[in-house]
């Protein structure tokens, strides 16, 4: 049995990594071509959100792209897979995202760290393994939520980039009703 794993390279970026997943994706797309002649979106969307975007999205909170070549890389997939629908094949790449009801993975992305965050805050975890992971803003807070997550300094991209700092900024916007839901 295979096990899915993060690869990290000696320089920690996952370029290794976001290589082998796209490349696993690709050729699921193309199993997918050549299986199926004609694709309608009630059959497409199903097979790609099962059987593609797992490998897109595997553990992203930890390997989470910041690099533009990267993000694109990534997101080709969706959009060379999408394209498999023949209706679709001429439409832009967001209409196809609007017509199969797909969201962008950088938005998935977003999403599921803003999820990870309110998990962890709310101590949905077990509190061993995610103590130290975020600090709470202590300063009194006159505008926005209660539970605000102070962000550290980080001079290192490798830091600057991780789970812990890249989504507090997007934590703290949050609203009230969203962070108490």
Wanted: charged share 30%.
């Amino acid at each position: 049995m295979a096990t899915s794993c993060v690869v990290i390279d000696d320089k920690l970026t996952f370029a290794d990594h976001l290589g082998e997943k796209i490349e696993k994706a690709n050729k699921i797309v193309g199993l997918i071509r050549r299986t199926f002649v004609h694709l309608e979106p009630a059959t497409f969307k199903p097979l790609f959100t099962s059987l593609v975007r797992p490998y897109l999205e595997y553990a992203n909170q930890v390997w989470c792209p910041h690099l533009t070549k990267d993000i694109n890389a990534i997101e080709n997939v969706q959009r060379r897979a999408s394209k498999l629908v023949p209706c679709l094949k001429e439409q832009p790449y967001e209409e196809r995202f609007k017509r199969l009801d797909l969201s962008s993975l950088a938005y998935r992305r977003s999403r599921g760290d803003q999820i990870e965050t309110f998990k962890i805050v709310n101590n949905k975890y077990d509190t061993e393994r995610t103590e130290g992971l975020f600090r709470m803003r202590e300063d009194s807070v006159t505008r926005g939520h209660d539970k605000k997550l102070f962000k550290r300094r980080a001079r290192l991209n490798s830091c600057k980039y991780s789970f812990p700092n890249r989504v507090v900024n997007v934590w703290n916007n949050l609203p009230d009703e969203v962070v108490h839901s």
